[in-house]
Every structure is written in C-alpha cells, then in structure tokens.
C-alpha cells in the first residue's frame, strides 16, 4: 500500500515539476519577446554588425530558399489544380477551379508552407548558432564589451526571418500562379493568360491581406523561438541540438495555432 502511495506521490510530483517548468519557460520567454520588441527601435544607427547579420539571415533565409519554395509552389498548385478539376469537372462546376486556388493555395497553403520551410532550414540553424556561441563564450564577450545580444543578434535575425517569410510568401503566390496556369494550359488547354486573369479577379482584399498578415506573425514568431532556444542553453555543446529540436517543435506548434487563430478571425 506504501509503495502505491509512494509511486503516485512521485507520479504527481513529476508532474508538478513539469508544470512548473512550463510555465517558467513561458514566463521567460514572454519577458524576452516584450524586451527584444522593446530595443527594437533603440538600435544603434551605427550598428554595421546588426545591419551584417541582417543581411545575412535575408540572405540564407529568403535568397537560398527561392528555388525549393519554387518548386514547393508549382508542385502544391499542380496538385491542386489536378484533383480540383477532376473533382468540379465531375460535379460540372470547373469554374469554381480559380476561386479554390485562391482559398486553399493563396489564402491557406502559401504562408504555411514558406513557414514550415524556413523553420525547418533557418529556424534550426539560427538555434545551433547561438547555443555555440553561448557555448563558446562569444555571447559573454559580448556583454564585457557593453553590447547588448539582444540588439546585435537577436533583433537582426528576427527581423530578417519576418522580411523573407513575407517576401517568400508573395514569391509563392506568383509562382504558384503562373505556375499552375502553365500546368492548366498543357493538361486541359486553359488559355494561360485567361486562367491568370480569372484568378486575379477571384481576389478579394481579403484574400491579399490574410497571407501577409499570417506571414508576419510566422516569422516574428519564429525567428523569436529560435532565437530564445538558442540563448537558453547553458553551456554544454550536448545541449545545442536539444535546443534545436525545441526551436523546431515549438516553431511549428506556434506556426499552427496563429494560422487557425488568423483564420477564424477572416470568418468573423
């Protein structure tokens, strides 16, 4: 009897523990978010380094991500151009076949994608690189030299994963558009132009407004859980691909519950 009473005292103390970590990591990371948006705009004019890794992450996020988030984009508006038309073609509504490309591929699957693309190649990265220079010291040579982290590596790496997610994003929705009407043309013979015009006028504000809405709220979360689980580690190289993995996880849950959050909003 003891030793049950034992065991779920354990149970429920573990689990109080965890509880408790959780809402630790949360605390500290809503702390971190307000204190790196609040040295947003107290940047230093001068800061060339700021400005270099801003560059940079533009660079490695956006740049070298356009010919996958191409192929992404062709390849998402084929399919769906493929079983939509085969499905309203059945039902004798293939008109409908614009107005679903903007639903599903402009409106829902293009932010999405790009977000689930530059967690996985940057969101990780950006995680190993801080948690190595945490662990080589690089981050405390930093504060010797009474520069702030959070300005000189933080802001410049958030800022430059919000700038490609939106600039990936609008890249998609054009691919994906001349993309799918060059597909339409050579499968069902859609005149190109016809079919670029038709999902054109398909647009609303809405449909305009929703993907750079989502875009900016996937990246600031993003480059923001990457950077937070790359300081977080404490100083042994074991805990750097940790780190990583949390960034991803976390990266993608937040990436998640924003797009259904921002889509129940469009229907209020």
């Not at 970590?21 to 705009?41: G, H």
């Not at 614009?98 to 977000?115: C, K, N, W, Y």
């Not at 530059?118 to 990780?124: D, E, M, P, T």
């Not at 750079?212 to 805990?239: D, Y």
Request: net charge positive; hydrophobic share 55%; aromatic share 10%.
């Amino acid at each position: 009897m003891s030793d049950n009473k034992n065991s779920r005292f354990g149970i429920l103390s573990l689990t109080a523990h965890q509880y408790r970590n959780s809402f630790k990591n949360i605390l500290e990371f809503y702390l971190y978010s307000i204190s790196v948006l609040t040295r947003f705009f107290s940047i230093p004019r001068k800061g060339g380094v700021s400005r270099l890794v801003l560059f940079r992450q533009i660079l490695f996020t956006g740049c070298d991500a356009l010919a996958l988030m191409g192929f992404i984009a062709i390849s998402t508006s084929a399919l769906v151009i493929l079983e939509v038309h085969q499905i309203m073609g059945q039902l004798g509504e293939g008109g409908l076949i614009h107005e679903l490309i903007v639903v599903i591929v402009i409106r829902q699957l293009s932010s999405l994608f790009v977000a689930l693309v530059v967690i996985a190649r940057s969101g990780a990265a950006i995680s190993t690189e801080l948690g190595n220079m945490v662990v080589h010291q690089e981050i405390d040579l930093l504060h010797s030299f009474g520069i702030s982290p959070l300005s000189y590596l933080v802001i410049p790496r958030v800022v430059g994963v919000v700038v490609s997610v939106l600039t990936l994003t609008l890249y998609f929705n054009f691919i994906a558009i001349v993309g799918g009407a060059l597909f339409a043309n050579f499968f069902y013979g859609m005149p190109v132009f016809n079919f670029i015009h038709q999902v054109i006028r398909e647009m609303s504000f809405l449909d305009l407004l929703s993907p750079v809405i989502k875009s900016f709220l996937f990246g600031l979360a993003i480059g923001l859980i990457s950077c937070f689980q790359g300081l977080k580690v404490k100083g042994a190289s074991t805990e750097v691909p940790q780190r990583a993995i949390h960034s991803v996880v976390n990266s993608v849950m937040a990436t998640v519950v924003l797009n259904i959050f921002v889509t129940l909003l469009e229907f209020l």
